[in-house]
């Protein structure tokens, strides 16, 4: 197989199969001989472990991932890709192409059937840029035992999701990403790495799932609604944040704002994770 980077093979490959590329899909196909070489020895892919992949375009990541990785497991929304990746995929015998919406398929039961009980799996993938945020909720929630995940997204999204929670940067989703993982940015990639080339530059950034959370709350979903809340409006305090995404009254919050020991004008970004579950317990001991 041709190498999938060079930019004439991908313009071969797309127009032997009658394909234009889709906008909507987020098909930005990567034509820079160095990237995938890095990520994938980034992921960490090796012969005993296996890796997901989100959106394998025309398999260019996908075939570099194999090199190393004991099995490679790849889902592809766009059903139009599927013979041409038959073509660029169909000698390896560690590769398995799946078509589906990843947020729509059944994480648990694909990971089960696919990789064997004891093989740790990971995840690399250059996700597609208009569902970046959904995909790594829905990996991090999912509480599958992921080793890592090594992601290329777009580079203001990966500085928004590396950032550290109590700076400006930060935002619901950061605290939720901190939450389950330790957030890495690893290296930037040029727009004009892709083909088509995107109007803006991307970063791979990787997450290394915690075992264990860094804080205690009662109750997680609560939590994480009243963290969506107090960012949702950056330029309110978080008393008005909370009480108006929550519903809850203002006397409440503001009692517990107190009571937790913070200013009564404190503002969400300014808190790391552990004074917002202070917060989030003071807030829930007040309802009592
Ligand atoms: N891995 C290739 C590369 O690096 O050149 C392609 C990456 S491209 C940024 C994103 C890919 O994700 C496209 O192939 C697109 O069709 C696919 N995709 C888009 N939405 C998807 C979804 N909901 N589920 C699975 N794949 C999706």
Redesign the pocket.
């Known amino acids: 197989m041709k190498n999938l980077w060079d930019i004439n093979n991908v313009k071969r490959l797309l127009a032997q199969n009658g394909l234009t590329l889709?906008k909507t899909?987020?098909?930005?196909?990567?034509t820079d001989p160095e990237v995938c070489p890095r990520m994938a020895k980034l992921s960490g892919a090796r012969e005993e472990a296996g890796v997901l992949e989100?959106?394998?375009?025309?398999g260019?990541?996908t075939r570099e991932l194999a090199k190393t990785a004991g099995k490679v497991v790849t889902?592809?929304?766009?059903r139009r890709?599927l013979s041409l990746l038959s073509d660029t995929l169909g000698d390896l015998d560690n590769v398995t192409v799946i078509q589906?919406?990843?947020?729509k398929l059944d994480l648990p039961e694909l990971i089960r059937e696919n990789f064997p009980p004891e093989m740790p799996v990971l995840v690399c993938?250059?996700?597609?840029y208009y569902?970046t945020s959904p995909v790594i909720m829905l990996l991090l929630e999912s509480k599958l035992p992921f080793e890592s995940i090594t992601v290329m997204v777009q580079k203001e999204a990966a500085q928004r999701l590396c950032a550290r929670v109590g700076s400006r940067q930060a935002g619901a989703v950061t605290v939720a990403v901190d939450y389950y993982a330790r957030a890495e940015q690893l290296f930037d990639v040029p727009r004009e790495s892709f083909l088509p080339s995107p109007k803006v530059d991307s970063s791979v950034m990787q997450l290394t799932v915690r075992q264990t959370p860094p804080i205690e709350v009662a109750d997680e979903a609560g939590f994480f609604r009243m963290v969506k809340a107090a960012f949702s409006q950056r330029r309110k305090t978080a008393a008005n944040g909370i009480s108006a995404g929550t519903g809850l009254p203002k006397e409440r919050i503001a009692a517990a704002i107190e009571t937790a020991g913070f200013a009564a004008d404190v503002r969400a970004e300014t808190l790391t994770i552990e004074e917002l579950a202070r917060l989030y317990n003071s807030i829930a001991e007040t309802g009592d």
């Open positions: 889709s899909l987020g098909q930005n196909f990567l989100i959106g394998p375009g025309i260019v990541l889902v592809e929304l766009d890709l589906g919406d990843v947020l993938a250059n996700l597609p569902i």
